[in-house]
């Protein structure tokens, strides 16, 4: 019995060994399954810091250079190109910007970069400089515009009319005789007077707007008040105005093709009676490769010298015509009186319209002398010149230089563009010196001349939306700000 117990015992002390050894080897890999994943945490955090801190250098990287773009374009220059240290920054790394300028010249693409230990971030943004660009102005094309300015009653208006169209004048503006302004807007830059019995709307029928003044500073007054106020409140006999308001929403003022100053204030430098501008397109006319263009429509000579007599019978002849100058076409089919004009000409002398003609196309035409009509004559862009012309899809500008000599240094100073007898126009106008209308004469499309002499009868005023080809308009710096950071990405 003894030697069994005791075998039994030395037995025992196996199993105890046995169990032993599968305890440390269980206690060993748990071990290792905790430890070696504390490791892997330990640098996976390390990595995870190192690439926050990478991040955080490059955000500060690229708002510095967003500041420098920024503060570059106040200035009117350009960041220095190339890579920019940001220096030493809390917690260690490297950062820097860089930025590259877009094909516009004023938007900048702006990369930060974050370095720290080996860890790298980039973002990047965009940002836009202030910027000056020049822009053309066709505002003024709205209106039958007075560019006369200097002087007291610059513009003047008086007769026994009724004019409603939207009436513009860069100077003063009086008003008298028996004469009744209804159009929708009237805009003055300087003094407005009305007399005698004159009125502007009436106290059942109020125009829609009156501005006067330039701008808010101006001393220009409405029947010797401030504009809004008293006798010009727009509430009082004789003027009548559902807003009455100082200051001008439009820019008034009138192209320069040449003119002098005298007579148009954007004439200045190389333009003063030069008439350099308009040498310069009468010239490059010249140069392009005419095809189907009868003798003397455009010129009797190849000298710009007001010369050519026989514009008119020659550009509404008894002979059809299809006449291309590069690519400009003008075409006249005398069976039906019909007159196709698309582009920009240029004739040395006068036109004088008569007969009924009814023509298609955009197109501009300019002219060193005048234009007239008289005779119960029509011109229009629609048969029978009514109200659903659409000049945007008809729709021509006649431009008057006015010489009254072979060098434009002498001006007609009455009724260069003229039209009287009842007359019927759908054009727009552009006249150096003076409009004039007068015997029941009327013209549904926009005018800028230096004056105005309106004896015409009644008629809507119809803009153009889309001037045609060739138009002289107005030129005019706008300052576009700066613009928030854009198109963020890292």
């Not at 008040?225 to 409140?233: E, R, Y």
């Not at 954007?266 to 003063?272: I, K, P, S, V």
């Not at 015409?456 to 138009?471: D, E, K, N, V």
């Amino acid at each position: 019995m003894r030697h069994l117990v005791r075998r039994l015992r030395h037995d025992e002390s196996g199993i105890a060994l046995v169990m032993a050894l599968i305890i440390m080897l269980v206690l060993a890999g748990t071990t290792a399954a905790i430890v070696v994943p504390g490791q892997v945490n330990q640098r996976s955090a390390l990595t995870s810091a190192d690439e926050r801190q990478a991040f955080a250098l490059a955000e500060s990287a690229l708002a510095y250079g967003e500041g420098a773009v920024y503060a570059a374009g106040q200035t009117g220059k350009s960041p220095v190109v190339g890579d920019h240290d940001i220096g030493t920054q809390p917690g260690g790394g490297d950062g820097y910007w860089s930025a590259v300028v877009g094909a516009d010249g004023i938007t900048w693409t702006i990369t930060g970069t974050g370095t720290v230990n080996a860890v790298t971030r980039r973002v990047h943004a965009q940002a836009t400089d202030p910027s000056s660009t020049t822009v053309t102005d066709s505002g003024v094309w709205n209106y039958v515009y007075a560019d006369a300015a200097g002087t007291s009653c610059a513009t003047s208006m008086n007769g026994s009319v009724t004019i409603s169209v939207p009436i513009m004048v860069r100077g003063d503006l009086c008003i008298s005789g028996s004469l009744n302004f209804t159009g929708s807007q009237l805009q003055v830059g300087g003094n407005l007077t009305v007399s005698g019995s004159a009125k502007i709307g009436s106290s059942t029928t109020k125009i829609t707007s009156l501005q006067v003044g330039i701008d808010s500073t101006s001393t220009s007054t409405c029947q010797s008040v401030t504009p809004g106020t008293g006798a010009c409140d727009g509430a009082h006999s004789p003027i009548y105005a559902n807003s009455v308001v100082k200051g001008m929403s439009v820019t008034p003022q009138m192209p320069c093709i040449g003119q002098p100053s005298s007579w148009d204030s954007q004439c200045t430098g190389a333009n003063n009676g030069t008439w350099a501008k308009l040498h310069t397109y009468y010239d490059a006319q010249a140069a392009l490769t005419k095809t189907g263009c009868p003798t003397n429509l455009f010129d009797n000579d190849t000298t710009l010298n007001n010369s050519d007599t026989s514009i008119s019978s020659v550009m509404l002849s008894n002979t059809d015509y299809d006449c291309f100058v590069g690519t400009n076409e003008i075409k006249w089919t005398h069976s039906s009186k019909t007159l196709l004009v698309n582009g920009t000409f240029y004739f040395d002398g006068s036109l004088t319209l008569s007969g009924t003609i009814v023509y298609s196309g955009q197109a501009s035409l300019y002219f060193t002398g005048g234009v007239s009509m008289g005779n119960n004559s029509s011109f229009c862009g629609i048969a029978n010149c009514t109200s659903s012309w659409n000049p945007d899809v008809n729709g021509l500008i006649f431009i008057a230089g006015c010489w009254s000599n072979s060098t434009g240094s002498t001006l007609t100073t009455s009724g260069c563009v003229n039209l009287s007898g009842g007359a019927t126009a759908q054009f727009g106008v552009y006249c150096t010196t003076d409009y004039s209308t007068a015997g029941g004469s009327s013209n549904m499309g926009p005018v800028l001349a230096n004056t105005l002499n309106l004896g015409g009868s009644t008629a809507s005023l119809i803009p153009f939306h889309y001037m045609p080809p060739g138009t002289p308009l107005s030129t005019r710096f706008v300052t576009v700000p700066e613009q928030p950071p854009t198109n963020w990405s890292g």
